[in-house]
């Protein structure tokens, strides 16, 4: 019961952080491990939300297209490998992604009803009532926690037993279909990443990190130590980030004197 509890949580925290944004709870490799926490089930967890990341990395809102959603995809999907239902992460990942085009769905009929509650919200701007914007404002964004915790809700009240047979029920065209479909958006995600990031100063670090990702020897710790020491060294050697110039800032701070002391002298 308490795991119920903690997920119903964690599905309306990640509803409410598609559009806040703050803590991220929303995006896989997030909500799903603290799913695995809630039912005791971390690896599956970590090893759904790492899988689900890849594929969701190039996934943003822009203007108003709206991307599916991570965070039913997630919490739903990491409910159904964790939880009773026991599925694996296989199949879990065919399950999220058309979990994320209902989630869009959600999101879009969602936000058609709180354009309402903005109309509403500026009636009381003009009227000067903060306390009815602020609730009209934390009724809207508990609107977006709903949407996720009410159908994950609704997911937990089918059986082990029945989801299983339904899984069983899919055609293995359709979920192997679903699973190279996932792996072609985790390059299209690298890809629209890679376009935001791609500078001539930035390359050679791309390409030496696909080069140390080859060593087996090098697990994933001590490729983030080598990573941080990288950008340490990059930001030291760039001058626009490189805080050691004491010659230019006893110029300004020269320059300054000469400023206050000339207009001493005119008072």
């Known amino acids: 019961m308490l795991s119920i509890i903690l997920v119903i949580i964690i599905a309306f925290l990640a509803g409410m952080e598609g559009v806040l944004d703050q803590w991220q709870f929303h995006q896989p490799i997030v909500a799903c491990t603290l799913v695995g926490i809630a039912t005791g089930n971390i690896a599956a967890g970590v090893a759904l939300g790492g899988s ?8 943003m809102n822009i203007g108003a297209a709206i991307a599916p959603d991570a965070a039913l995809a997630s919490v739903v999907s990491a409910w159904l490998v ?17 979990l994320a085009v209902a989630g869009q769905l959600l999101t879009i009929l969602v936000r058609t009803i709180v354009v309402g509650l903005v109309h509403g919200a500026d009636k009381a701007a003009e009227d000067g009532n903060v306390r ?19 159908p ?7 059986s082990a037993s029945t989801v299983q ?16 479909g996932g792996g072609m958006i985790v390059a299209v995600g690298y890809a ?23 060593v087996d020897k090098l697990n994933l710790i001590a490729m983030g130590i080598m990573g941080v020491c990288f950008a340490l060294i990059y ?6 980030y490189n805080s050691n110039n004491s ?4 110029d300004a701070g020269d320059s300054l004197e000469d400023e206050l002391d000339r207009e001493l002298e005119d008072l």
């Open 52 to 59: 689900l990341q890849l594929i969701t990395l190039g996934w």
């Open 82 to 98: 964790c939880g009773p239902s026991g599925l694996s992460v296989h199949d879990g990942i065919a399950i999220a992604i058309p």
């Open 132 to 150: 009815q914007m602020e609730a009209i404002h934390l009724t809207a964004l508990s609107l977006q926690g709903l949407r996720i915790a009410l």
């Open 152 to 158: 994950t809700a609704v997911v937990m009240l089918a």
């Open 165 to 180: 047979s339904v899984m069983k029920a899919i055609p293995e065209v359709i979920t192997n279909g679903l699973n190279i």
């Open 192 to 214: 629209m990443v890679i376009n935001m990031m791609a500078t001539n100063e930035l390359w050679p670090w791309f390409f030496i990190g696909f080069a140390l990702a080859a």
């Open 235 to 240: 930001m030291q050697l760039t001058p626009k």
């Open 247 to 250: 010659g230019s800032s006893e």
